[in-house]
């Protein structure tokens, strides 16, 4: 029997609406809002994540205001969140953004991805939430998903294994 995309994608869906995290970023779709958590949310829980995040909007509500920000006003602000070269990175980020895309966040991937500290997934995900671009996303929780969906042989943290949960996410998509 053939997997069936559409059927899948209609059954998680199903499965969202219920319970889903309601997660603040995921209901705006404004990129600098959005890159901020995709930052924050590396290497750190949703539960901490979610007071910062309103914190640093308050403080930082756009790339301009960050962009104008001293390394040290951004560390403190980001102080009790950890990995600081996340700070740093969306730090050097806005900066970029101000001084050579007009204060516009680029919206293709390949733009994205030439932003400090931004990947794959992150690239993927702004473009996703914040530009409704169809594109795949695999973090942790998802690559483990598709591995036991698509019966993965090859180990998820391999270059092959990565490469092919990519592809598996890609097919699923409308």
Avoid at 3 to 26: E, I, N, T, V
Avoid at 29 to 41: C, G, H, K, N, T
Avoid at 44 to 69: C, E, G, M, N
Wanted: glycine share 6%; proline share 4%; hydrophobic share 40%.
């Amino acid at each position: 029997m053939a997997f069936q995309s559409a059927k899948f994608r209609r059954r998680l869906l199903s499965w969202y609406r219920p319970h889903g995290r309601a997660l603040p970023c995921r209901r705006i779709r404004d990129p600098y809002a959005i890159l901020v958590s995709e930052f924050m949310l590396q290497q750190t829980q949703v539960t901490t994540v979610i007071a910062y995040y309103h914190k640093w909007l308050r403080r930082f509500p756009d790339f301009a205001s960050l962009a104008r920000a001293s390394e040290n006003q951004v560390l403190r602000a980001w102080q009790g969140l950890g990995y600081y070269a996340r700070a740093r990175n969306l730090h050097a980020t806005a900066k970029t953004v101000m001084d050579r895309h007009g204060g516009n966040f680029p919206q293709g991937i390949e733009q994205m991805r030439q932003l400090s500290g931004i990947g794959k997934y992150t690239a993927h995900a702004v473009a996703s939430f914040a530009f409704n671009q169809s594109v795949p996303i695999v973090e942790a929780n998802i690559g483990r998903v598709l591995a036991r969906l698509f019966d993965l042989r090859e180990s998820i943290d391999s270059d092959l294994g990565r490469r092919t949960l990519w592809q598996h996410a890609a097919s699923l998509l409308p």
